[in-house]
């Protein structure tokens, strides 16, 4: 079985469909409703969006769900290092007996700035589907300041990406038919996102030294 560990805006959504696909064809996996089923809000998920699934108590927390994985091994499911990072002595003792697939991107500087544009559009009650697999020409005209939603949540992440030990995969190495030869399944495709943010954001060179600032700490 692989288990797929990433970060957010990473391309995580495209890859797993492969690696799904792959744990279910070859180790008969079984699936959750949502791929990210260790994600805190994965509940809150089920309870907007799909009529038949409701609220588990098994369910409710990291603990109640890692507990759930130890009892059920054939889940096949996918993970950002936000999600267990409180507990994650426990999920590698989880996961210590499957092959692990990691994926990052070479480019953090556009993958930062995606994630503060997505966060931009939440705090500011804007659909979010512009910055998921869009190409440039459906991006809307828009002015953005990034200054009120500036942090370090992100990079951190990608920090602490890169001390769990694995296969790594880059985004920016990967097309379909690389996939699909390499996990020897098929998977829906997606359109990579070419938007360049930066002719969008107003105070990109305060964006820019902060992302430099905590880079290189």
Request: aromatic share 14%.
């Amino acid at each position: 079985m692989i288990s797929f560990i990433s970060a957010p805006r990473c391309g995580s959504t495209w890859v797993f469909e492969y690696i799904k696909n792959f744990n279910i064809q070859k180790h008969n996996a079984l699936t959750f409703p949502r791929d990210e089923f260790l994600n805190r809000d994965f509940n809150v998920w089920l309870e907007r969006n799909d009529n038949v699934y409701r609220y588990r108590d098994d369910w409710k927390d990291l603990d109640s769900k890692l507990k759930f994985l130890e009892e059920n091994s054939r889940y096949t499911y996918k993970t950002h290092v936000n999600h267990v990072k409180d507990q994650k002595d426990r999920y590698l003792d989880l996961i210590k007996e499957n092959h692990v697939v990691i994926l990052k991107r070479k480019d953090t500087w556009r993958a930062f700035l995606s994630f503060l544009v997505r966060k931009h559009l939440v705090v500011n009650n804007i659909p979010t589907d512009i910055v998921h697999q869009y190409e440039s020409k459906d991006f809307p005209d828009m002015k953005i300041e990034l200054r009120p939603v500036v942090d370090d949540w992100f990079l951190n992440n990608l920090k602490l990406l890169d001390s769990y030990r694995g296969e790594v995969l880059y985004y920016e190495d990967l097309h379909d038919l690389e996939l699909e030869h390499t996990f020897g399944v098929k998977a829906k495709s997606v359109i990579k996102n070419d938007i360049d943010y930066e002719k969008y954001i107003t105070d990109l060179d305060f964006v820019r030294s902060f992302y430099l600032s905590q880079s290189l700490s």
